[in-house]
Structure formats: structure tokens, C-alpha cells
């Protein structure tokens, strides 16, 4: 005999979740005007209930109030997600568990060093040497050279030179360019004014292993379509993100809360980091003009880096362009925010 679906059976609720979800998935991947390495937006709904997202940690689903910004909050600070130090999730004993094996397995060999020591120094260089200081210089060439733009956003056929006629090209060669541009920009020493690092600069292109498979796409008018286009990055499965321009990803990016809402209420989400920065009324504004907001999904084989629309009030010269790299931050190219 079949058991009944109850709205108390928390098992039963989740199965027809997932089956909502998959429906909603599929549903919008065949409406999906661009699939495979273009992306597609997914329709999301929550998984599990109330009682078990407090368990792992999480705030509460539910919040009727918030209901124009698409539902609960999300919180820009990692202590929001923090379980109580007693309890670990599933997730974190299983990440403390798989660095205690690569530790006791001696997976992380260099010489001088401890497996720990390796490790502190990788997720130091990512926080300190990466994100988000190297994707600001990205931001700021691509907005005073066209060429460059237009290569990252159409690196399969790039419209002017040198690009044009590069030997390198590919749905995946703006990494390619842009590891060309940082490694000649480290050689010029004109990534010096964002962060010194104290070992100087440690990377080559590509721009590390994550950073092969990278798609860029820009806010602003489009004249291809004659729309004008928003950008947002997601990841609805689990953390997938730029990490090579970017850095560590943010607390808020993994959580539930984002990648929930990112697809099924993005204005929502935009004009909630718009009201913790105090600038609702400007985001409004812009969100007025905009014809077309698009949602990337990023997954294990593409990550999606976000171009800003640049200010309005700032020259986009050569001579100003260490400036403009000063005023790009982290959550624009995710599109959270507008710059």
C-alpha cells in the first residue's frame, strides 16, 4: 500500500519538491534561447523545510514581509551561516574529512612544507594575491580598450586586432586573453596599485585550473539585440564560481537563500544588496531601464565573469584606468550590484 502524502511528512514533501524542481528545470531548459556552454536559467523552488535549514544552519526560508524581494534574506556575513560550534553539518564533516585524508595521505607534498602548512597557503594566495583584485584590473582594461571587450565577449570570432587574428580561439579563449593581459600587465608592473603582494605575482597564464573555461558577459546596452542587459552569476547546485578572478567565493554565494532566489526573483536579490549599501533609489532607476535580465548558471565545466556597466562620471582612458579598477568590487561581477 501506498503511504499518503502528508503535509507533516517532511520525506513525502521533499520527494514532490524534486519533482517540482525537475518539471520547473525542464521546462526551462527547452525555453532556453541558449543551452550547453551558453548557459540556462532554471526555474528553482525550496527544498526541505524550515526546521531543517536551522539545523544545517541556515535562516529560516520563509519570510511573508520580504515578499517584493523574493522571499528570506540573505545575509553578507559568514557568521549568519555559522551552525553552532557543537554541531557540524554534513557538508562540513565531510569537507574536515576529506582535508584530514589528503593530510594523512601526504597528497600535498612540497618540500619544506607540512600538508597544513600547503593548504593555509593556498587558501592565503586565493584571499589575498586573487580575489577580487585581479578580475578589477580585467574589469577596468575591458572597459578603456574595446578590442579587448570584444574579444572576451566573442572569443570565437573577435572583430578587431590583435584578437582577430589570434591563434588561439574557442568558446573558452577569453581566458586565454585574459591571462595574456595579466601576465603582461604583472611584467609592466601595472597591477601594483590594487594589492601588493608580498611574493609578487605567482600566476601565469591560464590563470589556473578553473580558470580554462571561463564566459564573460557584459551589462549595458546591447546592440546586437538593441535590448539593454543585466547579468547575474548563480549557481544552483552547489558553489561553482570564478575563483581564479575572484577569489574565495562569499558566504551568501553557497548559501540556499541565493541560489534559490538568483533565478526565481533576481530584481529581488539586486535590490536587496542595494538597500544594505543605502542605494535602493539608484538601483531602482536602473532596473527600470533594463529590457532583459539574464541569470548564468556556472557548473563544474563553465564559470561566468560578469563585465559592469562602467560609471558614468569617470573617463575610460588608458590614463585612468588604474582609478576605474579601484571602484569595481566583487558582487558587480556577480551582478549583485551594478559596479
Not at 572597459?143 to 573558452?172: C, I, M
Not at 565573469?305 to 558582487?331: C, G, Q, S, W
Amino acid at each position: 500500500m501506498t503511504k499518503p502524502i502528508k503535509d507533516t511528512d517532511s520525506e513525502a514533501t521533499n520527494l514532490e519538491s524534486r519533482r517540482d524542481f525537475l518539471k520547473a528545470a525542464g521546462v526551462a531548459g527547452l525555453a532556453a534561447s541558449t543551452t550547453g556552454v551558453g548557459g540556462v536559467a532554471v526555474g528553482v523552488v525550496a527544498l526541505g523545510t524550515s526546521t531543517e535549514a536551522e539545523a544545517n544552519g541556515n535562516p529560516p526560508e520563509a519570510d511573508p514581509a520580504r515578499a517584493d524581494l523574493g522571499g528570506a534574506p540573505i545575509f553578507d556575513d559568514e557568521a549568519a551561516f555559522s551552525p553552532p560550534t557543537t554541531i557540524l553539518s554534513p557538508l562540513a564533516k565531510r569537507a574536515d574529512a576529506l582535508k584530514q585524508l589528503i593530510i594523512d595521505k601526504g597528497i600535498l607534498n612540497v618540500p619544506g612544507k607540512t600538508s597544513q602548512e600547503v593548504i593555509d597557503d593556498f587558501i592565503q594566495y586565493y584571499h589575498e594575491q586573487v580575489g577580487p583584485y585581479i578580475g578589477k584590473a580585467v574589469v577596468a582594461h575591458a572597459w578603456v580598450d574595446p578590442a579587448f571587450k570584444d574579444a572576451l565577449l566573442n572569443p570565437e570570432n573577435p572583430t578587431y586586432e590583435p584578437y582577430k587574428s589570434h591563434s588561439k580561439r574557442g568558446p573558452f579563449a577569453a581566458s586565454i586573453y585574459i591571462g595574456e593581459f595579466l601576465d603582461a600587465a604583472a611584467a609592466a608592473q601595472r597591477l601594483g596599485f590594487i594589492w601588493p603582494p608580498a611574493g609578487g605575482f605567482q600566476f601565469t597564464p591560464p590563470i589556473g585550473p578553473e580558470g580554462n573555461s571561463v564566459r564573460v558577459v557584459a551589462n549595458g546596452y546591447e546592440a546586437k539585440t538593441g535590448q539593454f542587459v543585466h547579468n547575474m552569476v548563480s549557481c544552483t547546485l552547489c558553489s561553482c564560481y570564478p575563483q581564479a578572478l575572484l577569489g574565495v567565493q562569499p558566504v551568501w554565494y553557497k548559501s540556499r537563500q541565493y541560489r534559490a532566489r538568483s533565478v526565481s526573483a533576481p530584481r529581488g536579490v539586486i535590490l536587496e544588496f542595494a538597500e544594505s549599501k543605502g542605494n535602493s533609489t539608484d538601483v531602482q532607476t536602473y532596473l527600470s531601464t533594463v529590457n532583459e535580465l539574464r541569470v548564468w548558471d556556472s557548473n563544474s565545466e563553465v564559470r561566468f565573469f560578469v563585465i559592469p556597466e562602467p560609471p558614468k562620471n569617470e573617463p575610460l582612458t588608458y590614463d585612468n584606468e588604474m582609478h576605474l579598477a579601484t571602484l569595481v568590487t566583487r558582487n558587480g561581477m556577480i551582478g549583485t550590484e551594478l559596479i
